[in-house]
């Protein structure tokens, strides 16, 4: 039996930042895994994957259809796609990144299990593995993140009909690929292929894509990658999906059945908690499976803890890396506190999509007054040099005290201008500070400033 002050269930960025800021602070932790590699879904078969696959299709892409424009001649015809060299880019990526996460468990001096966590009673830990053991500790943090939601008559055989594990890892371009889902995963990866040349239908039971999202942004959205050729089905129930011989057919309610050669289920996701044993410890959890905590983190049970996706909030890796850095000092400290106004939230298509704080919809909703202020790309200089003049930033002030509510952003880079919008909201800055603050020149960034200046009616280049 060994013994730790805490153990943490689940090494994605929840639970590896977790147990890498609980050893900062001198705490002797643990952390089991299932998986060989650490980094979980993110690292794995979700963010960093997605992102490299991201950059080399749009990189085939330019170089078939935009370097003319540029005065880069080159017979387009003579692009060629090597998709074995680009997915093994991708795992060549995901492999060091993984690396990298026991290379800081070596540094904090974290002891590491293979194998699955349950929790036997508060304080207790059995690693199911080849090696089975039984943990001792003060504290438990879950944090084993989420799976793909299933979908009642979509027959998923993680083959022709997969989650997006099996769509960063497509052995050959589909010649046609249904996406069932026109959220976040669903457009990322249904853009990936696309670009490298599979006719993408998107099917969503909304009568809009990226649901959460600021709604006059996502319409831009709809509009741009429309043009870039993907097809969008709005309104569609689906109600099946099955293979048949190596294609897949999938119904709808009162439309024609779509026969693809691969179909990409991405309705959501939902939390890990099997084989947990949480009834048996009496950790709570709601009807979605969502485990119920405190502003520290803590169970219903005292000494247990949970953060990132497999409790309520976005699912995302910086929400809960955020948490994973809150609930160890709350820990220690006693106190802790993440700002979920400030947590930005990006879709990585091309244009990116960013926002951070409310979207004018949840203002008008909640009667909040409001000013906005919105600018262009192609009314700026940098966007016209890099010829990315699609889209434009939104700046929304409260009506009165002028304070930044939200910032949403659809334009090339809009991922890292962000960055500035979630520090203001941080701050508790007004659009005056930024609209006051010098933004090099020339610089996307200066998008951003000048929406802020149009919160006033007092954009410059506009
Ligand atoms: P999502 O919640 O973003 O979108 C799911 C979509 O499926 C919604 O538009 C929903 O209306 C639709 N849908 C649900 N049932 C349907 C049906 N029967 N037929 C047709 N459409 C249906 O979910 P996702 O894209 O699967 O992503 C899962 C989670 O992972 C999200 O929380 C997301 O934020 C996160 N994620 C984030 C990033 C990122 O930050 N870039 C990338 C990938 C995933």
Redesign the pocket.
């Known amino acids: 039996m060994k013994e730790h002050d805490l153990v943490v269930i689940g090494g994605g960025p929840g639970g590896y930042v977790a147990a890498i800021r609980a050893a900062q602070l001198g705490l002797n932790v643990a952390c089991i895994e299932k998986e060989s590699a650490l980094g979980g879904t993110c690292l794995r078969v979700?963010?960093i994957p997605?992102k490299a696959m991201l950059e080399s299709s749009e990189l085939f892409q330019m170089a078939k259809n935009h370097l003319a424009e540029h005065g880069v001649s080159i017979n387009a015809d003579s692009v060629k796609l090597d998709l074995p060299a680009m997915l093994k880019r991708k795992d060549g990526i995901v492999s060091q990144l993984t690396k990298g996460i026991d290379g800081l468990f070596r540094k904090n001096k974290i002891t590491r299990y293979l194998g699955h966590g349950k929790i036997v009673a508060p304080g207790k830990v059995l690693v199911e593995g080849a090696q089975p053991e039984e943990l001792v500790c003060k504290n438990i943090v879950i944090a084993t993140g989420?799976k793909?939601?299933p979908?009642k008559g979509v027959e998923v055989d993680n083959d022709r009909i997969g989650t997006?594990t099996e769509a960063l890892a497509f052995p050959e371009v589909p010649g046609t690929m249904v996406v069932?889902?026109?959220?976040?995963?669903?457009l990322?990866l249904g853009c990936v292929w696309s670009r490298l040349g599979a006719k993408v239908i998107v099917?969503?039971?909304?009568d809009r894509?990226?649901?959460?999202m600021d709604s006059e942004i996502a319409t831009e959205a709809q509009k741009i990658f429309t043009k870039q050729g993907i097809e969008f089905r709005l309104g569609?129930?689906?109600t099946g999906a099955k293979v048949s011989g190596k294609k897949c057919v999938v119904t709808c309610e009162g439309a024609e059945p779509i026969t693809a050669d691969r179909v990409l289920l991405?309705?959501?996701?939902i939390p890990n908690t099997e084989n947990l044993n949480l009834d048996g410890v009496h950790v709570a959890y709601d009807n979605r499976g969502r485990i119920q905590v405190d502003q520290h983190f803590q169970t219903t049970i005292p000494g247990i803890y949970a953060i990132g996706d497999v409790i309520g909030g976005?699912?995302?890796?910086h929400k809960a890396e955020e948490e994973g850095m809150a609930v160890a000092e709350g820990i220690v400290w006693g106190h802790c506190h993440v700002n979920y106004d400030a947590i930005p939230?990006?879709?990585?298509t091309h244009p990116e999509i960013a926002s951070v704080g409310k979207t004018e919809d949840q203002l008008k909703e909640a009667g909040v007054p409001y000013k906005k202020g919105s600018f262009p790309y192609m009314a700026n200089g940098r966007a016209k040099a890099i010829a990315a003049s699609e889209g434009r930033a939104k700046v929304l002030a409260h009506a009165e005290t002028d304070r930044v509510l939200g910032v949403h952003i659809i334009g090339a880079h809009a991922g890292d201008l962000i960055a500035e919008a979630a520090l203001a909201i941080e701050f508790g800055a007004s659009s005056e500070d930024i609209a006051r603050t010098s933004h090099a020149h020339p610089t996307l960034a200066e998008i951003v400033k000048e929406a802020a200046l149009a919160v006033d009616g007092r954009a410059i280049h506009f």
């Open positions: 979700g963010c997605s989420s793909s939601a979908l997006s069932i889902g026109a959220g976040v995963i669903g990322e099917l969503e039971y909304l894509i990226l649901p959460g569609m129930k689906v991405a309705v959501g996701r976005a699912m995302l890796a939230a990006i879709v990585y």
